[in-house]
């Protein structure tokens, strides 16, 4: 796999035993329930998280008193295993159903459970294009990525959302019943509808990476996990021949870019450190060069996505000189964006780099232009513009922006402007 034990920085027999169940939650009961599924049908979703949370627990209580297994991934295979067997063998009128679809002659307790690597990877990929069904909504795809595919519990679902348990399970329930009611099988679409599925695969990790970089969870495992997740999906679609394309590869370029600078955005106290503010030493290098071999590996075929686009801004920034030629290089990638992909954040985004390409008075007007006036980033960024130049406007936009913001830290980050404002202002 392409980030092979991602989620840990040392490997498994470093932990020590409170580490090492939660550790392998995270990593393993995915890949058990995406088998399970594919093995019983989206009908009996249910029933696969059960038995891969009941493997967990069986876990629990053994370990505890017996210690830890030589093997303890291979241990919980086996264990879910046998508990498969076991529920397929005590629920006879279940059983014949599932082998009548697989259209198997195998006895219930013969039945193949295979936890190799190959079908785990397999049934992963194909539960990712299930979930991303058009059938279903943005929101409840993520939802379900989350809850199926990287094994967060209800509890961190919410907590990323900013929401409560119950409103998750709600959405959860709702998107496992669509699922059902849309009789949607668990498989890898077919070769022409490969691209036009894959576009909401590419969305959906898109939306899952951006829950985390720019998560409000005070949470900094969390937020990172969120990240490292969509990164491990992203890599599948890599990894499989039909899913290896240039847009794939420009997504993961683009989480590569952002996730290397993961450490230097917060401080000591969770706040956001601005991009001009990061302490560079911080900026994971290595994340940045299979950034750079994603980004070049995109570059074969003809057709340019927002992916590419962003990747290319993305990796820009990793280059800390603020050199016109870099802002120019991230202006003119910034018009392409805006023709394949309009959006309101991405021409505000641009005018700060034509504020360093052609000055800040032409940026004022171009800012202004687009009015948002119900964007706190929109008033914040006038701010920053005006600032030097009319320091009383910049002071009533950055007041402006902390009027209408939404969320503690960015609060916290408009204030912190004004004082800095307030600093430099004559006695």
Not at 129 to 157: K, N, S, W
Not at 167 to 196: C, G, H, M, V, Y
Not at 313 to 321: E, G, L, P, Q, V
Request: hydrophobic share 40%; with cysteine; glycine share 4%.
């Amino acid at each position: 796999m392409v980030f092979t034990d991602i989620r840990s920085g040392h490997a498994l027999k470093d932990m020590n035993d409170r580490e090492l169940i939660p550790h392998l939650f995270r990593t393993e009961y995915s890949k058990i329930t995406a088998v399970l599924c594919k093995l019983f049908g989206l009908e009996h979703i249910e029933i696969a998280e059960d038995i891969a949370s009941e493997t967990f627990l069986s876990a629990l209580e053994t370990w505890t008193y017996n210690g830890i297994p030589a093997n303890p991934t291979a241990w919980l295979y086996a264990v879910a295993k046998n508990k498969a067997r076991n529920h397929l063998a005590r629920h006879r009128t279940f059983a014949d159903k599932v082998v009548a679809q697989l259209k198997q002659s195998q006895e219930p307790q013969e039945m193949e459970i295979d936890l190799s690597v190959r079908n785990i990877s397999d049934s992963q990929l194909q539960m990712l294009f299930t979930i991303c069904h058009p059938a279903i909504p943005t929101e409840a795809q993520i939802g379900l990525a989350l809850r199926i595919l990287c094994g967060f519990g209800i509890d961190e679902i919410a907590s990323a959302f900013l929401t409560n348990k119950e409103a998750i399970n709600k959405r959860l329930f709702r998107a496992r019943e669509q699922l059902r009611d849309e009789s949607i099988r668990i498989e890898f679409p077919a070769e022409p509808e490969i691209k036009d599925r894959l576009e909401a695969v590419l969305t959906t990790l898109y939306l899952l990476f951006s829950e985390g970089y720019y998560s409000e969870s005070r949470d900094p495992v969390l937020r990172e996990e969120l990240c490292i997740e969509a990164m491990r999906l992203t890599s599948l679609l890599i990894e499989n021949d039909q899913t290896n394309l240039p847009a794939a590869n420009a997504l993961l370029a683009l989480m590569c870019f952002h996730a290397s600078r993961f450490k230097a955005r917060r401080d000591k106290e969770g706040m956001v450190v601005l991009y001009d503010d990061q302490d560079e030493t911080l900026w994971d290098q290595e994340l940045i060069a299979k950034g750079a071999a994603f980004l070049h590996r995109a570059t074969k075929g003809n057709r340019v996505t927002k992916y590419h686009l962003e990747a290319g801004i993305a990796y820009k920034h990793t280059a800390k000189a603020d050199t016109k030629e870099k802002w120019d290089g991230i202006l003119q990638l910034y018009n392409k964006l805006l023709v394949i992909e309009y959006s309101p954040i991405a021409a505000l985004n641009r005018t700060y780099a034509l504020s360093k390409v052609k000055g800040k008075e032409e940026a004022i007007a171009e800012a202004e232009k687009l009015n948002l006036s119900d964007n706190h980033f929109y008033f914040t960024l006038l701010g920053e513009l005006y600032k030097g130049i009319d320091n009383a406007t910049a002071m009533d936009n950055f007041q402006k922006a902390l009027l209408i913001a939404r969320t503690n830290t960015d609060k916290e980050t408009i204030r912190r402007k004004i004082k800095d404002l307030q600093l430099q202002a004559p006695r």
